[in-house]
């Protein structure tokens, strides 16, 4: 057993509020293909989220909508009170200005697949760079909340390393530290490790999961169950552009209703 499965008792020491993210009768296609048929869920503040689903169910799309990376074509998503996405008569995500598109991506942090750091700066440089360059912040004061975020990503002693020094597993750490710099109110993870060698997931996951307990309200794609069952207060599983079942982990993962929903567990575990 990893140490990502061992107990923690999902939400245990959050106590949710009202809905940090509401998504409604959100649709989105690539041309003829229709990716997001009606997806709705909502994530209240201090919750971890996790989206499963077989490879092309749309999880990626979704996540990339709620970041302003894809522009919805029906439904809405509301992040801490403010439209994302809307599309209705009158009222298009195009019309909101780039500031605003900017302002609002600020709030949200996302770490990919890949870590996409600069490969020229060190993982201090990486984490300061938005936080300088983007929110003004003084350099001094930048470089001291970077070296507290290796520290809380357990890299205190790397802080001068460029990334091809780094392992996958350290590079996708300083991806966390970097997203949190922004002080993110939403954290957005798409398959964080599956670009990983096996033993490096486990301190990933760990990062993750200490996020979740500190109160980071967090949307998680990935194919780690024991993570979802040991960290999420939902598990939202996702087909064909549809959510097919959600609920607790206990509910989704150790008793499934739905025949979709067994057939993809069966095939991850
Ligand atoms: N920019 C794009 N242009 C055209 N098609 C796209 C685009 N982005 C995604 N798709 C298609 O949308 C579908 C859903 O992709 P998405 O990445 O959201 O799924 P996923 O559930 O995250 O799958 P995976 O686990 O493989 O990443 C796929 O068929 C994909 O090819």
Redesign the pocket.
Known sequence: MSTTDTAHTAGAARTPTGPLVEIRRVRKS??A?Q?LRDISLEVPEGTVTVLL??????????LRCINHLETIDGGRIIVDGELIGYRQAGHATHEMTPRQIARQRRGIGMVFQRFNLFPHMTALENITEAPVGIARIPSATAKARARELLDRVGLADFAGHYPSQLSGGQQQRVAIARALAMSPKLMLFD?PTSALDPELVGDVLDVMRELADDGMTMIV?THEIGFARGVADQVVF?DGGVVVESGTAAAVIDTPQRQRTRNFLESVR
């Open positions: 690539f041309g293909h990716v689903g077989p490879s092309g169910s749309g999880k990626s799309t979704l398959e794609v996702m």
